[in-house]
């Protein structure tokens, strides 16, 4: 999301987590179909990173079962707010979901425990990008799956979205990735406005 519009929209915070946990966004977005084409297996821990409020959170929730965690980290307090008041009192979620309001660079997880870590519209507004592949690195296991869903460039055309002028395209969140000691295995769909990207730790990077 561009900075500017960030900022208005932080204005009324609610508003503008109840548009990114719209109904209306599965249209464009559905977070069934891109988490189904992963593959989520039950017991999985799963980290939800820059998770907003829980859009792919309770989701990744249902899939993994009441033997699983997902944790779900946002800097944004009120995000994390939000969250919680759409899993209270249910005993499933509330047993699954762990909520971490934090940066996503510094998350508090425990080392070496998470089987996927996913992060969805979130790299291009990160600042210290190597502190963050670092930090999916410590709490990832060997085998984790790692999953970066973010914006298209629009080339010009109309589409909702932040402004091209910020957004890392598919070409270069792949050098990123692969810079950072990450390796590209496949590509899903995720949506007509972005692109889905499953990696693994390469070996000896830890």
């Known amino acids: 999301m561009h900075e500017d519009k960030k900022n208005e929209l932080r204005h009324n915070v609610d508003e503008w987590l109840s548009n990114l946990a719209s109904e209306s966004r599965r249209e464009w977005q559905n977070p069934e179909d891109i988490l189904n084409s992963i593959g989520i297996s039950k017991g999985m821990k799963i980290a939800d990173l820059g998770c907003g409020p829980g859009f792919f959170t309770l989701e990744m929730a249902k899939l993994t079962g009441d033997k699983g965690i997902v944790y779900a980290v946002d800097v944004e307090n009120k995000a994390i707010e939000y ?18 309001n934090s940066e996503v660079s510094s998350t508090g997880i425990p080392n070496n425990s998470i089987d996927l870590v996913f992060f969805a519209n979130v790299l291009h507004d990160i600042e210290d990008k190597e502190l ?16 970066d869903v973010d914006w298209e460039k629009s080339n010009g055309k109309p589409r909702r979205g932040p402004p091209d002028s910020i957004i890392i395209s598919r070409n270069e969140a792949k050098s990123l ?15 007509p406005h972005h692109y889905g990207l499953v990696c693994r730790i390469l070996e000896g990077e830890e």
């Open 177 to 191: 990735l692969e810079e950072r000691g990450f390796k590209i295995e496949r590509e899903i769909y995720a949506g």
């Open 132 to 147: 963050f592949f670092d930090e999916i690195k410590r709490i990832g296991k060997k085998d984790a799956v790692i999953v």
């Open 83 to 100: 969250l919680r008041s759409r899993i209270k009192g249910d005993i499933h979620l509330e047993k699954v979901i762990k909520t971490i």
